[in-house]
């Protein structure tokens, strides 16, 4: 007895269903989305850019004293920074500790590492403090967060993963 039209929907919705969410799951395809969204993160930041709310927003201005310390560290900044430029990119080493951790299911954004160098000759600290630090200095300074447009532009990844997952399915039931 042939399947009737409705069996044959809700087999094609099982299906599809099975391998939709077997992706979205795979350690693989968090390891793509985290990688996106840690790569988002350095590279608007190098940029002078951070994160407000739900926007996009420039990163808040260096006070006169630290930029007037910069310029007497010209030699130990990073080649991605000016003594002027507002980037949380000094050493470049909080930046560069951005990274992501992929699990099945589930992706975190982390900063990790300690410091190989102080502009300061202070004490090495860890990255994760450094951050810290930057973000809580009240000079809108935000920057380890998505903006509502960046997430935009990942859940467009899921979804166009899902649509060719789905064209997939389709090709092979014809």
């Known amino acids: 007895m042939a399947k009737s039209i ?4 809700d087999d094609l919705v099982k299906k ?5 969410i077997k992706k979205v799951r795979e350690k693989s395809f968090m390891d793509n989305l985290g990688k996106m969204a840690a790569d988002q993160i350095k590279q608007r930041t190098r940029l002078g850019k951070g994160v407000k709310g739900e926007s996009l ?3 808040g201005p260096l006070s006169d004293k630290y930029k007037e310390f910069r310029r007497k560290k010209k030699g130990k900044l990073s080649n991605l920074t000016t003594p002027n430029r507002s980037n ?7 930046l560069d500790g951005i990274t992501h951790k992929p699990q ?5 954004i982390t900063i ?3 410091r190989s160098m102080e502009l300061s000759g202070e004490p090495k600290s860890n990255n994760k403090d450094v951050a810290a630090g930057y973000q809580e200095s009240g000079r809108d300074r935000v920057f380890f967060k998505l903006s509502k447009s960046e997430r935009a532009g990942i859940e467009r ?4 993963t899902i649509r060719n997952l789905i064209k997939e ?3 092979q039931s014809n």
């Open 6 to 9: 409705k069996q044959q929907v």
């Open 16 to 20: 599809i269903e099975g391998k939709v």
């Open 57 to 59: 927003v420039k990163l």
């Open 88 to 94: 949380a990119t000094a050493t470049g080493q909080m």
């Open 104 to 108: 099945e299911g589930k992706v975190t």
């Open 112 to 114: 990790e590492g300690s």
């Open 157 to 160: 990844e899921v979804e166009t």
């Open 169 to 171: 399915i389709n090709r």
